[in-house]
């Protein structure tokens, strides 16, 4: 049987969205990404599980339909039910979470409230000025990156979207862009870069709001700027004048630099005054930003929205699924393609385990081994056809390359919300 060849597949490992794979398909095996990085070559290459059972109830094989009856059960008795997670699905799936915690009135939240939630904050506190990945790569000529290192978590960030790729106001590519890295150790991306500045650790807010000071022309103590971000002024002084005499800066910044809140879009909105600056996060997990957009879409915010009272609230820290589990609010959870037993602070994984939840995910996770009812489905971008958003607000659509024996998260969660007619 010749190879079946699947032309632009989409890569849903990162936020990336790589949509230019080839693959090559030999009866219900990849046996080949072409263009995929290494991280692409691990996802689409893995083997496929086979004889898995779809749905285990308190860890034992049952039946499909009884673990989707138990599943809404649990949710339509629940007093202060929690969706979360999200993160790992299409915006199909995504769409039909939100309207499960619509109808049963509890609280929804994504992997953004843990990972970049006040960088999501930003857009009614400060404004954000942005842009697509092709804008930047065919405009910037002054690229930052802030707190994150792309040549480890996003391989091909630099040569199809931010380097090396020529663009129509920057033909010769490299050569025309200058790479700024700021981050608090030597990284992957900071060998590569043009400016290198090390900040201390836990400075990012005391370092933007350095070089915001510097493009309104304020005074600064040398000494003081030294001490506080661990550059030197000199250094500060340097930058801010590149910055200036760009024509187009772009900062790319990491989740963990969206603590500070909104003084990356602070400084970017300064930064206009004297040339063109945008700003983006950079993404990890494939549909982080589109479970963001469906949850604006539905709701008006994009985490830790609130159901109860039959209209959207949104208040981070209470609303928030690692702090309703931390206080020992939720009386159940609906877990979608996330781990919260893997990264959720201690006190939110001991309450998670001692509540009915239900898990859904590709594969086995501490979070699916603990769940009440856990569902293993099939993979997003492999075997299941859909939407996605990139890491750029950018939407894209997913081509299958095999089929699998699981069902589809969208499935399982279509039927769960249809059996809320009979329990509700």
Not at 246 to 260: E, K, N, Q, R, V
């Amino acid at each position: 049987m010749p190879l079946k060849i699947i032309e632009d597949a989409t890569c849903t490992f990162c936020g990336c969205l790589c949509d230019d794979i080839q693959l090559k398909v030999d009866g219900h095996r990849i046996v080949e990404a072409e263009n995929a990085c290494p991280l692409g070559q691990a996802w689409f290459l893995a083997p496929q599980p086979a004889d898995v059972p779809a749905c285990l109830i308190d860890g034992q094989p049952a039946a499909l339909e009884e673990g989707i009856r138990l599943a809404a059960e649990i949710l339509t008795t629940a007093r202060y039910p929690l969706i979360y997670g999200l993160s790992d699905t299409t915006c199909e799936a995504q769409r039909v979470a939100v309207g499960i915690a619509d109808r049963i009135g509890g609280s929804v939240d994504t992997t953004t409230s843990i990972s970049g939630g006040s960088a999501g904050m930003t857009l009614d506190g400060v404004g954000d000025v942005t842009a697509t990945l092709g804008e930047i790569l065919h405009r910037g000529d002054l690229i930052f990156f802030w707190g994150t290192d792309p040549a480890e978590s996003h391989p091909r960030h630099f040569t199809r979207y931010s380097l090396t790729p020529k663009g129509i106001w920057t033909p010769r590519g490299r050569e025309d862009r200058t790479c700024v890295v700021i981050d608090v150790r030597e990284t992957e991306t900071a060998r590569a870069a043009d400016l290198f500045l090390q900040i201390d650790a836990g400075k990012d807010f005391e370092a933007l709001w350095t070089l915001r000071a510097l493009a309104n022309g304020l005074d600064l103590d040398s000494e003081q700027v030294e001490r506080e971000t661990g550059v030197a002024m000199a250094a500060w002084q340097e930058l801010m004048d590149r910055m200036k005499q760009a024509h187009y800066g772009a900062i790319l910044f990491g989740t963990d630099l969206s603590m500070p809140g909104g003084a990356v879009s602070a400084l970017v909105r300064d930064m206009n005054e004297h040339t063109r600056f945008v700003s983006r996060p950079m993404r990890g997990g494939g549909n982080v930003a589109g479970a963001d957009n469906v949850l604006t879409w539905r709701t008006g915010y994009p985490f830790g929205v609130n159901l109860s009272r039959g209209y959207p609230r949104f208040n981070p820290g209470e609303y928030t699924a690692a702090d309703l589990l931390r206080r020992g609010e939720a009386d159940a959870a609906l877990i979608v393609a996330s781990d919260p037993m893997d990264n959720f602070p201690e006190a939110a994984r001991e309450h998670l385990a001692s509540i009915p939840s239900i898990a859904i995910d590709s594969r086995p996770t501490a979070t699916t081994r603990q769940a009440t009812v856990a569902f293993r489905v099939a993979t997003y971008g492999i075997n299941v056809a859909g939407s996605v958003y990139r890491t750029d607000d950018v939407p894209l659509p997913l081509r299958p390359a095999v089929a699998s024996p699981l069902p589809s998260d969208l499935e399982i969660l279509r039927e769960i919300e249809r059996l809320f007619g009979e329990l509700l």
